[in-house]
């Protein structure tokens, strides 16, 4: 994939921005960081414990910050849209407030 794919995928969720972070590409819904652009085949996505240990393997290795999971740093030259797609999808809900998941229910 490519970080204009990436782009569109992310900005098609509700109230996403792009924006900077640390001198890095990032998506974020209000102040909530829910993925970097670390570098062009690289995408960083803020999950949950229990979810980024669930997709761990082939294009999606585990992200560390410091001693804690984070999240899952994915091989955008491996992974399909529809995998980049539901990883963004579950980062999003993990943060969207209440108002939002009313209005945008997460798909299933």
């Known amino acids: ?6 782009r569109a995928l992310a900005l098609a969720l509700p109230e996403v921005t792009e924006g900077d972070h640390h001198g ?4 974020r819904l ?5 993925a970097t652009q670390w570098a ?5 996505v803020m999950l949950d414990e229990p979810t980024a240990r669930a997709v761990e393997g082939g294009p999606c290795s585990l992200l560390r910050w410091g001693e804690k999971l984070a999240g899952v740093r994915v091989d955008l030259s491996a ?6 797609g ?5 980062a999003w809900a993990r943060r969207a407030p209440a ?6 229910p997460p798909k299933v």
């Open 30 to 34: 209000g102040t909530r960081v829910l």
């Open 99 to 104: 108002r939002l998941l009313r209005e945008h």
């Open 1 to 6: 994939m490519t970080p204009a794919e990436v």
């Open 79 to 84: 992974a399909t849209p529809e995998l980049v």
């Open 86 to 90: 539901e990883l963004l999808q579950e």
């Open 24 to 27: 890095r590409n990032a998506f």
């Open 40 to 44: 062009d085949d690289q995408l960083n």
